[in-house]
């Protein structure tokens, strides 16, 4: 049986936090190194969402950073950050209802990051999406 949505935005959370950390590295790898470690079969809906943040991710950035008060999105963790810019990328980018990207996102910050992380992802996606 396939992975649901959500244990596919899992995923790909997963591979934007490895990409981030390893950037600054000298490894040498490629995107679809991650996807494929990550990944026991080809999935087009966590290759659409990581490509999609990679390619976009400067416009998200400064998106998320328009709604953060004293703050940028490079001073919350990396696993807030790949879920804010999932999060951001499927609201601007993808016919992906509003709702459902905000709720994905609130669950995964639930799960992997802290109050204060989980809070400002609320507060960002909510404006984005009400601006």
Same mark, same amino acid.
């Given at each position: 049986m396939g992975k649901s949505r959500s244990e596919l935005r899992e995923k790909a959370m997963v591979i934007l936090y490895q990409i981030d950390t390893m950037s600054k590295s000298d490894v040498s790898? /490629? #995107?679809d190194d991650y996807i494929n470690n990550n990944l026991e079969i080809d999935n087009e809906f966590v290759k659409s969402l990581v490509y999609g943040v990679i390619t976009y991710q400067s #416009?998200?950035?400064d998106l998320a950073n328009k709604y953060m008060k004293e703050w940028d999105i490079t001073r919350i963790d990396k696993t807030g950050a790949a879920i804010l810019r999932i999060a951001? &990328?499927?609201? =601007? &980018? /993808?016919?992906t209802p509003s709702i459902v990207s905000i709720n994905e996102a609130i669950e995964l910050? =639930? =799960?992997y990051s802290d109050d204060n992380v989980r809070k400002i992802i609320n507060a960002v996606l909510d404006k984005i999406v009400n601006e």
């Open positions: 790898w /490629t #995107v #416009v998200i950035d951001i &990328y499927e609201i =601007k &980018y /993808t016919d910050a =639930k =799960k």
